[in-house]
């Protein structure tokens, strides 16, 4: 869905005015995310027996009922021109929740030293492995944006004796992004008291982030009509980019 105005006071003035709304499907491959496997090399110490033994495991998830989200975007130009220079002032905003976020589940592996393989009752623990699952187990429709921009260009009709057009564009930009929930961490072994042990799966609760981001373009375009030729020359300055 999308909507356009568009109103005209003056000659030289125009104020746009912009709003969509589209809908975001998540892709095949994170739909159907086949089987995931982890080797574990154990050792055997079964007498006369040189053979590697390596443990497989296999999880299959089922992450089919992902779902998709729509995304919100709406913005408001105004246009000036003055003389031979035009003036471009946009401010824009765009949003989404419920964005398919994929999540790992935390694993607790054990490697095993074999007395006598293939009998299981002669292995013992020899390792304990805290680890997560090497893809995603599950898809949580739980992350969100929030982006706001203002973008400001300012360019000028072809100097005929320069043969030459000036342009600077510049952009401000600001974006929040997170999650809503909580999640489970890789498991953690946990001292009780000095003779128990115990695993621990935490929880904690989704984080966000931001960040703000400043950038000023400079180009101008160079007409040679004796060549039929254009040159572009361009320089970018990064005033400041930053994320927490």
Known sequence: ??????????????????????????????????????????????????????????????????????????ELSFDQKIGPVGFILTGWMSRADG???????????????????????????IDTFYDDTP?????????????????????TKRIEKLSTTFRIASSYVKAQSGAKGIYMSTPKLVSIDESTKRT???????????GKKMIIDYSADWLIKKLGMWVTFFVQQTLWDSDI
Not at 16 to 32: E, H, L, T, V
């Open 99 to 125: 964005i398919a976020r994929e999540d790992e589940l935390p694993l607790t592996l054990y490697r095993y030293d074999w007395a006598d393989w293939p009998n299981e009752e002669s292995r013992t623990v």
């Open 200 to 210: 621990v799966y935490p929880y904690y609760y989704y984080t966000e982030g931001w």
């Open 1 to 74: 869905l999308r909507i356009r105005l568009n109103y005209e006071p003056g000659d030289c003035t125009q104020v746009r005015f912009g709003w969509g709304k589209s809908s975001k499907m998540p892709s095949a491959r994170d739909i159907y995310m086949g089987p995931q496997y982890i080797d574990v090399v154990e050792q055997n110490s079964t007498p006369e027996d040189t053979t590697s033994l390596i443990s497989t495991y296999v999880w299959n998830f089922d992450t089919s009922d992902i779902l998709g989200y729509q995304e919100e975007k709406a």
């Open 135 to 155: 893809k995603a187990a599950y898809f949580r429709n739980a992350g969100t944006y929030r982006k706001r921009g203002v973008e400001l260009m300012i360019v």
